[in-house]
């Protein structure tokens, strides 16, 4: 947990002149906090709002779906490749990265708890592309492309490359290995539904960074092996103290 120390900013501390009489400002600024507080809790619950984010960890029904893939596939494959450029993405490898650290790649399986080894892919760079492709075997690699629309220029360069490696390595199994979450309108969706590709759909509520939390964001997550059941608790926790009135 993340405390913040602010007493060396006290007038009781460093004097009238500089410091800051905390009771005073807290009684001060109260009502204005509640209000906007209460604000939040009612913005939250509309459709396509910019903070609902904060009822994401509710969504069981969607939580549930991504928990029995994970199950399926489980000890199934060494590799998981993640392409795309949507920013829940940005959010999976930043808490990715702090849970596992930095060289999580490197760790023998065991030491990985026989949790396969991550990729993060959203730069179409041919030399780091193809390096990948062809130091791995794409027979136990699972690609999961994450696109709301699937009209991203990098993703879909990446998504067709990863298709035709597959298609060339695997055969006519190669569905089996490609993993798609994507707006259900959308020209991946259809991809997906031709091709035969397991998927999940990108809700329309889902924008930007606020997806982290919601099951797109999470889906490399619990694929990693990370106990996205203990994470979303700690979301739990913050969002109760977030929208607690008494300050």
């Known amino acids: 947990m993340i405390k913040y120390d602010c007493s060396n900013i006290h007038s009781k501390i460093i004097g009238e002149e500089h410091g800051l009489n905390l009771e005073e400002k807290f009684d001060e600024y109260s009502l204005t906090i509640n209000e906007i507080i209460n604000d939040i809790k009612i913005e939250k619950d509309f459709p396509n709002s910019n903070l609902s984010w904060i009822n994401f960890y509710e969504e069981k029904e969607n939580l549930n779906a991504i928990k029995e893939y994970a199950k399926r596939v489980e000890g199934k494959f060494e590799n998981i490749f993640i392409i795309g450029l949507s920013a829940p993405l940005y959010g999976a490898k930043a808490i990715f990265s702090a849970i596992t650290g930095p060289y999580w790649n490197h760790f023998c399986r065991e030491k990985r708890g026989n949790n396969p080894q991550i990729y993060f ?39 067709m490359y990863a298709k035709k490696m597959l298609e060339n390595e695997i055969g006519e199994n190669y569905p089996l290995h490609i993993v798609t979450c994507c707006h259900h309108d959308s020209i991946l969706a259809q991809i997906s539904k031709e091709e035969g590709y397991y998927t ?35 979301v739990k926790v913050s969002t109760e103290k977030l929208l607690n009135t008494n300050i």
């Open 121 to 159: 892919l959203n730069n179409i760079d041919p030399d780091n592309v193809t390096s990948l492709f062809q130091m791995t075997d794409l027979r136990r690699t699972l690609v999961v492309v994450v696109s709301k629309y699937g009209q991203t220029p990098e993703t879909t360069a990446l998504f």
């Open 200 to 234: 999940f759909d990108y809700p329309e509520n889902v924008n930007g960074r606020i997806g982290t939390f919601s099951h797109c964001g999470l889906l490399p997550l619990i694929l990693a092996g990370i106990d996205i059941d203990e994470l979303l608790e700690g």
